[in-house]
């Protein structure tokens, strides 16, 4: 499963037989919703949650969550206008900043472990000219909804170019009241099936 680099983008197990229900243990967000999302198991190479799964087969996992009834849509906002005190707004101050190209603003979006290694590929001159070409190209921007896992946020935003719309995982954590990007669940198998589930928009709030 690929890493989300500057941008988090790049984002059940249910075979025949069952599903795993994941209880997070973050107190700071209420959801009255449980999320379904349901991948490919060709999605989720070397995944224990699609141990024994055929590659056709589908892996589910549930979190708790919101999913909007319609998508809500966004606006980039300048850094003096941005805030982190609730996941929706880190993302959107997220975006904005990778949208100004900003080094300094970029890394102060994400959390302290992670700005080594996100300084490091921001340094990388053609990987930056890409991310920002990849914001400045968007012509619509919006909320999906947001779930919490263990001590984390996973914002679902979506991104749409000329090219194509990118529906993503965005993964956050709440650090001194602030919510601050991280890939500290890239390795994560749940999140990998989160992941694949919006690969496809095979995300569903559960009956």
Avoid: H
Avoid at 46 to 64: F, R, T, W
Avoid at 111 to 123: C, M, P, V, W
Avoid at 173 to 187: C, H, Q, R, Y
């Amino acid at each position: 499963m690929p890493k989300a680099v500057v941008v988090i983008v790049i984002v059940a197990v249910i075979g025949v037989g069952g599903y795993f229900v994941l209880k997070s243990t973050a107190k700071p967000l209420n959801y009255s919703q449980q999320i379904v999302f349901r991948s490919q198991v060709s999605y989720l190479p070397n995944n224990p949650l699609a141990a024994g799964k055929a590659q056709g087969d589908y892996v589910e996992v549930i979190l708790p969550g919101i999913l909007y009834d319609q998508p809500k849509e966004f606006t980039f906002v300048a850094k003096s206008e941005a805030k982190t005190n609730t996941p929706e707004n880190a993302a959107i101050a997220f975006s904005s900043a990778n949208k100004e190209d900003d080094k300094d603003w970029i890394l102060e979006t994400w959390t302290s472990e992670d700005q080594a290694s996100i300084s490091e590929l921001l340094d990388d001159q053609e990987m930056r000219d890409t991310n920002r070409d990849f914001f400045n190209s968007l012509t619509s921007t919006s909320i999906l909804g947001q779930v919490s896992y263990n001590d984390f946020a996973i914002v679902l935003a979506r991104y749409t170019n000329a090219d194509s719309t990118y529906t993503l995982p965005e993964t956050f954590k709440l650090v001194d009241g602030e919510w601050m990007a991280t890939n500290s669940l890239s390795e994560d198998p749940t999140w990998a099936v989160v992941f694949g589930a919006m690969i496809d928009d095979d995300v569903r709030v559960a009956e």
